[in-house]
Nanobody, 120 residues
């Protein structure tokens, strides 16, 4: 049974930082592309960052230079370091895994999400 469990969300002031983590089980992990997505109320879910099995990385334009995605295959985790947070970053953040090891980070498996709230 595939399980993805996010942690690290919370309330932070604008300009602050948070680090999200996703623990995976039930998949090989090392051969899976992993990604982070977010969804704010009234908006479509969007890809925030993705990382392939080979280490190739993709970021949404809105987070480039502020967010960093990384993976630790030994620990079976993928993380999202979020710096210089803005109120518009407020959303539920979801961890996702692809059966494939490369793009397009479509999300074959999903976590339940963790809330990130950035105050002005």
């Amino acid at each position: 049974q595939v399980q993805l469990v996010e942690s690290g969300g919370g309330l932070v002031q604008a300009g602050g930082s948070l680090r999200l983590s996703c623990a995976a089980s039930g998949i090989f992990f090392s051969i899976n592309a992993m990604s982070w997505h977010r969804q704010a109320p009234g908006k479509q879910r969007e890809l925030v960052a993705g990382i392939s099995r080979f280490g190739s990385i993709k970021y949404a334009d809105s987070v480039k230079g502020r967010f960093t995605i990384s993976r630790d295959n030994a620990k079976r985790t993928v993380s999202l370091q979020m710096n210089s947070l803005k109120p518009e970053d407020t959303a539920v953040y979801y961890c996702a895994a692809d059966k494939d090891g490369n793009f397009p980070y479509k999300g074959d498996y999903w976590g339940q999400g963790t809330q990130v709230t950035v105050s002005s």
